[in-house]
């Protein structure tokens, strides 16, 4: 307990999934979090839990390719905690993996899922950015994929926007490190969540995926809380640049 005592967190994406384990974690350990997620009424469900399990948090809808509702959320939390320390870009959308062959994707899948993955992030870094610097520096940590390491992992619309998270992070470390704000992307693999269900639901495609996997199994979604937690706090406080894998070893082959 107490990990991220005194910080202020945005976590996106946290309605459901890896993104609502993200913030129930978070304010477990002591952060105070403003979850967010176009999906207002998950998400008040989430925030609901928090507070009665004696966590702060507070819901607020928000689209994340729209850069004026980023700078809203940035207000919104300053407003309400006074400052901010930690960005967590976690929402994005998911592919079919074995089902997007390049023929098959349009220039509009291909528009929509780099806007909503890897545009969305950078709008999220740029907009914490001042707030970060009053606070004297903080964390940003970024969810990629493995599909953002490594090709065929998934319809290549959804592997270019996860890979450009991998880079995006990179150039930001670089230019924010002196302000001591760290940069950082995490790429989870085969993580049982919502956005998997097209695999899950089918055991033939189930068994494919974890053949795959030399841990032979899938990822809970508080497997990746953990590792965000880590990145957040001050444990972590000379990691910066970095591209972390959480697949239970299938980039590893």
Same mark, same amino acid.
């Given at each position: ?51 009665? $399990?004696?966590g #702060? ?9 729209? #850069?004026?509702? *980023? ?9 309400t ?18 089902f ?9 899948? *291909? ?17 914490v950015i ?6 004297g520096g ?14 065929? !992992? ?14 995006? $992070? ?5 230019e ?31 068994? !494919?995926?974890?053949?795959?996997i030399?841990?032979g ?6 497997e ?11 444990? $972590?406080?000379y ?11 299938a980039?590893?082959k």
């Open positions: 307990m107490g990990r991220l005592s005194g910080k202020v967190a945005i976590i996106t994406g946290a309605a459901s999934g890896q993104g609502a384990a993200e913030a129930r974690l978070f304010a477990r350990e002591g952060a105070k979090v403003v979850a967010t997620d176009i999906q207002i009424e998950l998400l008040e469900n989430v925030v609901m839990e928090i507070v009665a $399990s004696g #702060e948090a507070i819901a607020v809808q928000h689209d994340v390719t729209n #850069e004026e509702q *980023w700078n809203e959320v940035v207000k919104i939390t300053v407003g905690y006074g400052k901010l320390d930690t960005l967590v870009n976690n929402a994005g959308i998911g592919g079919a993996p074995g997007a062959l390049i023929d098959d994707v349009d220039l509009a899948a *291909w528009n929509k899922f780099m806007t909503v993955n890897s545009t969305s992030q950078f709008l999220g870094i740029k907009s001042p707030e970060l610097r009053k606070s903080g964390s940003i940590v970024n969810i990629s994929s493995m599909a953002g390491l490594v090709g065929g !992992a998934a319809g290549i619309h959804y592997t270019a926007s996860k890979g450009a998270i991998r880079l995006l $992070s990179k150039d930001a470390a670089v924010l490190g002196p302000d001591n704000i760290r940069v950082n992307s995490v790429h989870p693999g085969f993580i049982d969540t919502p956005m998997v269900s097209i695999v899950t639901e089918n055991e033939d495609a189930t068994k !494919a995926a974890l053949m795959g030399p841990l199994r899938a990822a809970q979604p508080e990746v809380a953990n590792l965000v937690l880590f990145l957040a706090s001050d444990e $972590s406080s990691i910066t640049g970095a591209e972390i894998a959480i697949d239970g070893g980039t590893a």
